[in-house]
């Protein structure tokens, strides 16, 4: 069972940056995709971004050349680095983890939907003022 637990959220000024941390647990397969998802107050939950075990990364339109995702395999770490922050970017942040290597198997990845991925943190708030 994966476990993950994000951390970095916070309060910044519009234009500001944050980096998420996503420390991940329990994995035992060497392929594997993993993302970030965002859920702001009475809207649905949206990918963000998400990274596969060779490193190959898929945003979501919204915040293309804002974010980056990231990982350090050697610590088991998913970073989302995220840069000129603005308030609709207010929201929880999640990381998420599609153990069933469904999401990012295929040439092509598909819209980034939470419905391929399995496990999931917490959460952490990210609020832009």
């Known amino acids: 069972h994966v476990q993950l637990v994000e951390s970095g959220g916070g309060s910044v000024q519009a234009g500001g940056s944050l980096r998420l941390s996503c420390a991940a647990s329990?994995?035992?397969?060497?392929?594997?995709?993993m993302g970030w998802f965002r859920q702001a107050p009475g809207k649905e939950r949206e990918g963000v971004a998400a990274i596969d075990s060779d490193g190959n990364t898929n945003y979501a339109d919204s915040v293309k050349g804002q974010f980056t995702i990231s990982q350090d395999n050697a610590k088991n770490i998913l970073y989302l680095q995220m840069d000129s922050l603005k308030p609709e970017d207010t929201a929880m942040y999640y990381c998420?983890?599609?153990?069933?290597?469904?999401?990012?198997?295929?040439?092509?990845?598909?819209?980034?939907?939470?419905?391929?991925?399995?496990?999931w943190g917490q959460g952490t708030q990210v609020t832009v003022s």
């Open positions: 329990g994995y035992t397969s060497s392929n594997y995709c």
């Open positions: 998420a983890a599609d153990g069933k290597y469904t999401y990012c198997s295929g040439g092509i990845w598909p819209t980034q939907s939470p419905e391929y991925f399995d496990s």
